[in-house]
């Protein structure tokens, strides 16, 4: 069934986010040469054969489709290859997993990538490397694509990493939301938190539950902070266009002194995360969440739940809306989408845009919301049936889209090196060994002497 196959592929998706790391930045533009499908030629149409009749049926467009990401064959098929075949039926719908074959071997083979994918924090690197950059804008028009139907959240982002044009389309997305324990909850007498609360009443919440009782250490809030960090709800980049990072910022205190001082002052807590071994690679939380079942209120992607089901069974849970700033009340996190668009190479504009325009259209994205992904649409029929088809169709769905997404901030060149070196001081200040101010200006300082060593052009 392709609703769960999008289940698989998101998973993907969601791995690479947490794990992978690409280089590369994104910004030029390639202009490729339209070939319409009417003009393709057939092997009876070859310069020295006999022409074949005009009634002869043509061979299908081919639409070759791959990534980075090194999705496998079986879960991209699963989730969209087949839904495409079956959609449009005069197209060969062909994807080449990464791992099977490079981007560096399909090119030097001369083979012509119709479609590329990635995460968008990764996409612009994918696009740079390789020279891929296509800029659709004039496209969008002629499909009946208006940008005004998407949620703005997610496409002023992805036109300013791509400097105003646009080299791709949202396809799924997802947010930071608020996981908790009801047991939790209960065992201590404390309310379920709420949508729409801000963060000062859930961390007030988290220091009643984060206490040691029966011998079991429980922890208020934890958050995968890979995560949160670059999906902030202040759309705060972690660089500007020149590669100066911007962790001198009060902005950047705030966000600090909010997701990581104050839930984890507590010394029990700072032990508990201390024996897990650490952050590690930021499933400590669901860890705790799931199998320890010692933490209360979990902040992690929202597709989580319906991405591995199986430990979520063994909870009882619910989701709430992400708490927000009193001062920025409705505004979420950041969006992390899944953006298709078309290559340099391609051979086939039209039949191309055809395919990723059925992708963003109202049909394709009622089955992804219905799969338990937040649409890409700011469309409320849509939102209704929001994980309506998952394992969990009871729980809080509309915890999901409460909020207003944050605006995507500007993806900088070397994006995940200005993440790892602002991650890197986030155990040290939970543990009091560094303040927020010191933290900061150190990894200002050790960010602008890695970007000095960096060529600031090419791959």
């Known amino acids: ?13 969601l791995m690479i986010a947490v794990l992978a790391a690409c280089s590369g930045n994104g910004g030029k533009e390639s202009t490729p040469t339209p070939a319409n499908s009417e003009n393709t030629q057939t092997e009876g149409n070859k310069e020295g054969q006999t022409a074949a009749p005009t009634d002869a049926p043509k061979e299908p467009v ?6 980075t990401t090194g999705a496998p064959v079986e879960a991209f098929d699963n989730a969209v290859g087949n839904v495409l075949r079956k959609k449009f039926p005069q197209y060969k719908i062909t994807y080449i997993s990464n791992p099977t074959q490079s981007f560096d071997e399909l090119l030097a083979l001369n083979k012509k990538i119709d479609i590329v ?34 949620d703005p959240g997610l496409i002023q982002g992805l036109k300013a990493s ?41 961390l ?55 997701y990581v001082v104050r839930p984890g002052q507590d010394q029990g807590y700072q032990k508990a995360v201390k024996d897990a071994g650490g952050f590690g690679d930021g499933w400590l939380g669901f860890d705790f969440f799931t199998a320890k079942k010692n933490l209360a209120m979990l902040v992690f992607f929202s597709d989580v739940s319906k991405e ?28 992390m989408s899944t953006v298709f668009g078309l290559t340099s190479t391609t051979q086939h504009v039209e039949e191309s845009m055809e395919v990723l325009s059925y992708l963003v259209s109202k049909e394709y994205q009622m089955e992804v919301s219905r799969s338990g992904s937040i649409s890409v649409l700011n469309d409320e029929e849509v939102k209704a049936v929001l994980g309506k088809d998952t394992q969990f169709p009871d729980k809080n769905w509309g915890a999901l889209t409460y909020n207003k997404i944050a605006p995507l901030a500007p993806i900088p060149k070397y994006w995940t090196d200005f993440q790892n070196i602002l991650l890197s001081k986030v155990p040290e200040v939970m543990n009091g060994n560094l303040d927020v101010n010191t933290a900061l200006r150190e990894a200002q300082e050790f960010a602008e002497k890695t970007m000095a060593e960096k060529p600031k052009t090419g791959n």
């Not at 069934?1 to 998706?13: E, N, S, T, Y």
């Open 62 to 67: 081919e639409l070759i489709i791959s990534s």
């Open 117 to 150: 994918y990635h995460a968008d924090r990764w996409y612009f690197d994918m696009l740079e490397k390789y020279d891929l950059q296509f800029d659709m804008t004039d496209l969008l028009a002629k499909h009946n694509i208006d940008l005004n139907a998407f």
């Open 308 to 335: 591995i089901p199986d430990q979520m069974k063994g909870v009882d849970w619910d989701f709430a809306a992400l708490p927000t700033f009193a001062d920025l009340p409705n505004v979420g996190s950041q969006a």
């Open 204 to 258: 007030d919440i988290a220091r009643k539950l984060t206490r040691e009782d029966g011998g079991t250490q429980y922890l208020g809030l934890l958050a995968h902070m890979g995560h949160f960090l670059s999906m902030n709800q202040l759309s705060l980049p972690f660089a500007d266009a020149d590669l100066k990072p911007t962790f001198l910022s009060d902005d950047w205190k705030k966000i600090l002194d909010t």
């Open 162 to 202: 791509g400097g105003g044009k646009i080299y791709g389309l949202p396809a799924f997305s997802y947010v930071e939301v608020l996981h908790y324990n009801k047991e939790i909850f209960k065992k201590f007498g404390v309310p379920f938190p709420k949508d729409g609360m801000t963060w000062d009443e859930i």
């Open 1 to 13: 069934m392709w609703k769960k196959g999008i289940q698989h592929f998101m998973l993907g998706i």
